[in-house]
């Protein structure tokens, strides 16, 4: 439900809790959980939007020999046309726009996804062309044996066929190819490589921006029969799942929202549509797939392989305008050609990038010979790496490819990832002498040196969850080694001081927002001596100090949750943030006051109150003011709080940042 990128403190775990333990479910038009009291009818009120004259009903039912008060509230009272959070990311130049979508919408496309998935795979299947398509639904049987572990993928992205899995990262299997660059080294891409002599790539241009969610039922049930017959439509699948996009999105029919799984399956229906089209249309234009053409679309990606130009010509000409049809076009700033040999620029700096880092970096334990063959050889850890040379080469190898920083730094990152899993197994089996711990340390050094220069050029979200990755994993790994205080001091600072540089570097605009929280989040596990000056926070979250009364103000406009939840999160209860954290409290209080209208069925603000009623940073008097403002008197905010203890947001020792880290990475981004 979520997107990738929300910081990992960010969760539905908590909330999923909640669903689970009072059986809440939406089902035959009511929306029901069991509870044998009105405990949780305030918060079921605030979470689902139902109105206080609505009344809620109770029935006892006997369930497997056990007595149920199932109490319940029709479904159509639920106010579910809801303002979904949205959050930057820096995205090429102009960033963007991610959603979380309201809790109540996130349970009500569950319950179409648990009503609907076969007709989900169903829609899914129709193309020839498609290499990223739901197959069918994720297993949920997880058994801890030898079998597994060996069979288990720790670099999983999406649930693939004939895997298991600890951590589910999306709720269907996805058949064939997890990224684009696993395509490029297929067989299917050589292939065609082989029976063609030109390819070209085709983007669809803001696909998720422009998809009109009417072209869903346009897409399944004709666009004719949609417009006569428009009642009848809405009972239908596509009917339904067209309202309920509108729904989670404020009833916008233009735009989807951006980040969830279920809008790439969205407009994974439609772009289906247009494939099955393109291919019927080029077959009346005497054009046979797999003879004269081929094509493979990724998401929204087109890449056909062609012979004859007027072939591509035509290709281009019919999908440029059965897009028209669904509102869509193509981005022909992003067409690309390629000759034989046809491979990109990526897989050329990919091989190249590879075969550097496994020279440079190759830590071992050695075995040294002894005179004495009656005495034990002595293992000693072997990993020198030259940080300069490795940047200087790092950059020849992104140059002559003729490739950026953001379209490598994935991949680099993993092998460094790896690299580090490989010099801890390499430093465990070794004499662990004071020579083996300066050579871990200096190795450790180097590649945080060198992981540092590469994310300083590409900042994304999905960059900063690596290096946050290895500063965890390192951080945790000399700690449970005992390493002497100056050696982790070398690590701890360098780590530090590359933070407060990116921070300083990268504030806070509306391009981006939540990058560098994943920093500031990994810096508070290396220590107190780390901690940050009230300065660099302030600076970093656009807080100005007025020179005249000493007051913060922040001109920009409010923080948005994040923003808020991390700061409190750093800040604790540490005195030197004490004025600090006043200004953030009065500041939740504003910025709800400010949203009163729409407090409920806004996302963010209800948020906002289940999160910051149960944080323990806050004083009782701004949890008082958080739940006057949503009407709450005592005894309703106290029956709210009572409900649930963690919701989104883990705070203090609920959250433990290398597992979170861990749980991204079985839903690495696509």
């Not at 490989?422 to 070794?430: D, G, P, Q, R, V």
Request: charged share 25%; with cysteine.
């Amino acid at each position: 439900m979520l997107p990738f990128e929300v910081p990992p403190t960010f969760s539905n775990r908590g909330y999923y809790r909640f669903l689970r333990d009072n059986s809440v479910e939406i089902e035959k038009g009511q929306l029901r959980w069991v509870c044998k009291t009105d405990a949780l009818d305030c918060t079921m009120r605030l979470l689902f939007g139902i109105k206080a004259a609505t009344p809620i009903n109770a029935s006892v039912v006997t369930e497997w020999g056990k007595e149920k008060t199932i109490r319940s509230a029709p479904y159509n009272k639920c106010e579910m046309a809801t303002i979904p959070f949205n959050f930057r990311v820096a995205h090429n130049l102009d960033g963007r726009t991610l959603s979380v979508v309201h809790p109540r919408n996130q349970v009500a496309v569950a319950s179409f996804y648990a009503t609907h998935s076969a007709l989900i795979i169903y829609h899914t299947s129709v193309s020839e062309f498609s290499i990223r398509r739901p197959v069918s639904v994720s297993r949920y049987a997880y058994f801890k044996d030898k079998l597994h572990e060996e069979r288990l993928d720790s670099v999983a992205g999406l649930e693939e066929e004939d895997r298991e899995y600890e951590q589910l990262g999306s709720y269907f299997v996805y058949r064939k190819y997890r990224n684009i660059h696993r395509f490029f080294e297929s067989y299917k891409y050589h292939r065609s490589e082989k029976k063609y002599d030109a390819m070209v790539q085709i983007d669809v241009s803001k696909c998720f921006d422009s998809i009109y969610t009417h072209s869903l039922p346009w897409a399944v049930l004709g666009k004719d029969q949609t417009k006569f017959k428009l009642e009848e439509s809405k009972r239908t699948f596509a009917g339904r799942f067209d309202a309920l996009m509108q729904n989670l999105n404020h009833r916008e029919t233009n735009g989807i929202v951006i980040g969830p799984e279920f809008s790439r399956i969205f407009a994974e229906i439609i772009l289906q549509s247009v494939d099955a089209e393109l291919l019927k249309q080029l077959a009346k234009a005497n054009l046979r797939h797999k003879v004269d053409y081929e094509i493979f679309r990724y998401v929204d990606d087109f890449f056909v392989f062609y012979n004859e130009e007027s072939t591509q010509l035509k290709i281009f000409e019919t999908l440029q305008q059965i897009l028209k049809g669904k509102k869509l076009s193509i981005n022909t700033a992003k067409i690309k050609h390629y000759e034989k040999p046809i491979i990109t620029e990526i897989t050329l700096a990919k091989e190249r990038i590879s075969a550097l880092l496994n020279d440079q970096i190759d830590p071992a334990c050695e075995q040294e010979p002894l005179a004495d063959p009656t005495k034990s050889p002595r293992k000693n850890l072997a990993c020198a790496i030259n940080a300069n040379r490795l940047i200087i080469r790092y950059k020849a190898a992104i140059k002559e490819a003729g490739v950026t920083y953001g379209e490598l730094l994935n991949y680099t990152f993993a092998i460094i990832e790896n690299k580090i899993e490989k010099l801890f197994k390499a430093y465990i089996e070794s004499d662990k002498s004071d020579r083996d711990r300066k050579r871990l340390s200096n190795a450790l050094l180097a590649i945080m040196e060198f992981a540092f220069f590469a994310y300083s050029a590409s900042p994304k979200v999905n960059h900063t969850i690596r290096i946050c990755r290895m500063i965890a994993t390192s951080v945790d790994f000399v700690h449970t080694q005992g390493l002497p205080y100056e050696q982790k001091h070398l690590l701890f600072k360098y780590v530090h001081d590359n933070v407060m540089q990116q921070l300083e570097k990268n504030t806070m605009s509306e391009h981006r927002e939540v990058e560098s929280l994943y920093l500031l989040i990994s810096l508070s596990q290396i220590g107190r001596e780390y901690w940050l000056p009230v300065s660099v926070l302030l600076r970093h979250f656009l807080i100005k100090e007025e020179e005249a009364t000493g007051d913060y103000i922040r001109p920009t406009g409010f923080m948005n949750h994040f923003s808020v939840t991390i700061l409190l999160s750093y800040i604790k209860h540490k005195v030197r943030y004490a004025k600090l954290k006043a200004f953030v409290e009065a500041e939740i209080l504003a910025k709800l006051q400010y949203m009163k209208a729409h407090c409920p069925d806004d996302a963010e603000t209800l948020i906002m109150l289940l999160d910051l009623i149960v944080c323990p940073y806050i004083s009782n008097a701004t949890k008082d003011g958080i739940g006057a403002i949503f009407g709450l008197d005592a005894a309703g905010l106290g029956a709210v709080q009572a409900t649930n203890d963690h919701w989104f947001t883990a705070w203090g020792d609920k959250f433990d940042l290398s597992k979170e880290l861990d749980a991204k990475r079985s839903r690495e981004v696509y």
